[in-house]
């Protein structure tokens, strides 16, 4: 059984541009979650996606979208960056979109925007 | 809106003593609980829950306790080891709702 990859590790932009992250989930999961961790705070809901549509959208701009395939992994893009997307980004697994159900973080991928 | 709260940056305890992280609310919503463990370059990983319905929940050396009144809960965690040493979140969340809410942590060290 995997857990949970993220990939990139890290990465750096510049302001303006676009940006993909991607997550694999844990074998047997059909729900992602993404969040955002900025320095110093703790995570922040982004969305969340179960079977492919999205469950739920934190108070993040129409500019930071996803979607979820059907072998459940997940991507987050983010368009124009701007200089406070600059963050550790996690995804997070689980068995049905309820919260109740254990999450099971990533690494994380840094995002540094200049 | 921070509507989940751990206003202790940090936290020292001598190895074998008992290390007590707090965290504070301000959603009434909030009805399930958790705390979450982070070491350094690894996601976040879970500890342990508590509903609303109850007051308590003991897993091992971890126990949560939750006052509802007073929109506070608490880890005890007894007796500290040199391995709890990480950072604690403390996350609530609606038990039909999603979005999580995280606090900024407590980065809890053990010394041996």
């Known amino acids: 059984e995997t857990g949970v990859t993220q990939s990139p590790t890290h990465l750096i932009k510049t302001r303006g541009q676009q940006v993909t992250l991607r997550c694999s989930s844990q074998?047997?999961?059909?729900?992602v979650s993404w969040y955002q961790q900025a320095l110093g705070q703790g995570p922040q809901f982004i969305f969340q996606y179960y079977r492919e549509e999205e469950n739920g959208r934190g108070n993040f701009p129409p500019r930071f979208s996803g979607l979820q395939f059907p072998n459940y992994s997940s991507e987050l893009n983010v368009n124009a960056l701007e200089l406070d997307d600059s963050a550790l980004y996690l995804c997070?697994?689980?068995?049905?979109?309820?919260?109740?159900?254990?999450?099971?973080f990533g690494p994380g991928t840094r995002l540094t925007v200049l | 809106d921070q509507q989940v709260k751990q206003n202790s940056p940090s936290l020292s305890v001598q190895e074998g003593r008992i290390s007590i992280l707090n965290c504070d609310y301000t959603n009434s919503m909030f009805d399930y609980f958790l705390w979450y463990k982070k070491y350094p370059a690894e996601g976040p990983t879970f500890l342990i829950s508590?509903?609303?319905?109850?007051d308590k929940n003991e897993d091992g050396r971890f126990t949560v306790f939750l006052n509802k009144s007073a929109k506070h809960l608490s880890l005890h965690i007894v007796p500290s080891q040199p391995g709890d040493s990480a950072v604690y979140f403390c996350a609530a969340t609606p038990i039909n709702n999603n979005d999580m809410r995280f606090g900024a942590g407590t980065r809890l060290t053990v010394k041996p």
């Open positions: 508590i509903s609303s319905i109850k």
């Open positions: 074998s047997g999961h059909n729900t």
């Open positions: 997070a697994s689980s068995l049905s979109g309820r919260a109740v159900n254990e999450q099971f």
